[in-house]
């Protein structure tokens, strides 16, 4: 793995790649209370604008991190222009897989809690601040998320088909303007706005590496397993609507085809869990088989319209 950035545990460091060091110019050496991380494949256009969010938090001290994970095109270069900043890290992942992607992060962060953001999403100035309030507050919160609103392309609306079901699946997430601790794992916070603290990953093995996005697939429900796991161990999982982030949609994410798909994917996501979850037999057919077809019915509905 190659890892460039300043790593706060070394003065005068900036870069660390094929085991040389490159010192520049020094820094002051902080502790991060939270680590902000973009697991990205692959998403140069989005992916500088993700990084400059976290670079306006109003919050300190943190540091980011940026996990490029096996991408093919101008990410390093993205990344890399943003080092100067003496907040950023880039670590490359050669092992496709999101969750894959999102353990590296979190071993590398040097604070106790790790905070996603997408690579397509761009956080509001408060947003660390906002979730490391929380958890200061509540020995007892493993995980925690916010409020997510969509960015459209320019010049563009969204489609007249889009219901509010649709538009969760793309990111799309608001429980409300109050703070509220969730009981069911499908409230999870959504993983594109999404904090958890760095011990509890560890004790549960960190994220299953069978769900969550291997390239272009759409397998997810790493979160909701994460939340299962969090509620059977006595822990709690907050939605917090002040820590804001935005979901850019691409123009492929608003034609009917990519919701059929992801409603493939989501079916076989929801077996997966209820595997790893011990809960497979007649429930786990009757609910995998239901999401799907629910989601497939949801989608076909919608073509003729689109």
Same mark, same amino acid.
């Given at each position: 793995?190659?890892?460039?950035?300043?790593?706060?545990?070394?003065?005068?460091?900036?870069?660390?790649?094929?085991?040389?060091?490159?010192?520049?110019?020094?820094?002051?050496?902080?502790?991060?209370?939270?680590?902000?991380?973009?697991?990205?494949?692959?998403?140069?256009?989005?992916?500088?604008?993700?990084?400059?969010?976290?670079?306006?938090?109003?919050?300190?001290?943190?540091?980011?991190?940026?996990?490029?994970?096996?991408?093919?095109?101008?990410?390093?270069?993205?990344?890399?222009?943003?080092?100067?900043?003496?907040?950023?890290?880039?670590?490359?992942?050669?092992?496709?897989?999101?969750?894959?992607?999102?353990?590296?992060?979190?071993?590398?962060?040097?604070?106790?809690?790790?905070?996603?953001?997408?690579?397509?999403?761009?956080?509001?100035?408060?947003?660390?601040?906002?979730?490391?309030?929380?958890?200061?507050?509540?020995?007892?919160?493993?995980?925690?998320?916010?409020?997510?609103?969509?960015?459209?392309?320019?010049?563009?609306?969204?489609?007249?088909?889009?219901?509010?079901?649709?538009?969760?699946?793309?990111?799309?997430?608001?429980?409300?303007?109050?703070?509220?601790?969730?009981?069911?794992?499908?409230?999870?916070?959504?993983?594109?706005?999404?904090?958890?603290?760095?011990?509890?990953?560890?004790?549960?093995?960190?994220?299953?590496?069978? *769900?969550?996005?291997?390239?272009?697939?759409?397998?997810?429900?790493?979160?909701?397993?994460?939340?299962?796991?969090?509620?059977?161990?006595?822990?709690?999982?907050?939605?917090?609507?002040?820590?804001?982030?935005?979901?850019?949609?691409?123009?492929?994410?608003?034609?009917?085809?990519?919701?059929?798909?992801?409603?493939?994917?989501?079916?076989?996501?929801?077996?997966?869990?209820?595997?790893?979850?011990?809960?497979?037999?007649?429930?786990? *057919?009757?609910?995998?088989?239901?999401?799907?077809?629910?989601?497939?019915?949801?989608?076909?509905?919608?073509?003729?319209?689109?």
């Amino acid at each position: 793995m190659v890892v460039e950035g300043n790593l706060g545990l070394f003065p005068d460091v900036d870069v660390i790649a094929n085991d040389l060091l490159y010192f520049t110019h020094p820094i002051p050496m902080v502790a991060p209370l939270i680590s902000a991380i973009i697991c990205t494949h692959n998403r140069e256009q989005y992916l500088g604008a993700a990084i400059d969010s976290l670079l306006a938090q109003t919050f300190e001290p943190y540091e980011v991190i940026v996990v490029d994970n096996a991408s093919t095109d101008g990410t390093a270069e993205v990344a890399k222009a943003r080092l100067s900043s003496g907040k950023v890290r880039y670590l490359y992942e050669p092992t496709l897989g999101l969750s894959v992607a999102r353990n590296t992060g979190a071993e590398a962060a040097q604070s106790p809690i790790v905070a996603y953001l997408d690579d397509d999403a761009e956080a509001s100035e408060g947003w660390l601040a906002e979730l490391v309030k929380v958890f200061d507050a509540n020995a007892k919160v493993a995980i925690a998320g916010g409020k997510v609103t969509l960015l459209w392309p320019p010049n563009t609306q969204p489609p007249h088909w889009l219901s509010a079901d649709l538009a969760s699946g793309l990111g799309a997430y608001d429980l409300g303007d109050q703070l509220v601790y969730i009981q069911q794992p499908s409230l999870t916070p959504r993983g594109l706005n999404y904090a958890i603290r760095k011990q509890f990953l560890q004790d549960v093995g960190g994220f299953d590496a069978h *769900l969550g996005r291997v390239g272009k697939n759409l397998l997810s429900n790493e979160e909701q397993q994460m939340t299962r796991l969090a509620l059977d161990h006595g822990w709690q999982v907050a939605y917090i609507p002040t820590a804001l982030a935005a979901h850019n949609v691409s123009l492929a994410r608003m034609q009917p085809s990519w919701f059929l798909s992801r409603s493939w994917w989501q079916g076989i996501s929801e077996s997966y869990r209820e595997q790893a979850s011990n809960t497979t037999g007649l429930w786990q *057919l009757r609910s995998g088989g239901e999401r799907l077809v629910r989601g497939l019915y949801k989608t076909v509905k919608y073509i003729p319209s689109a």
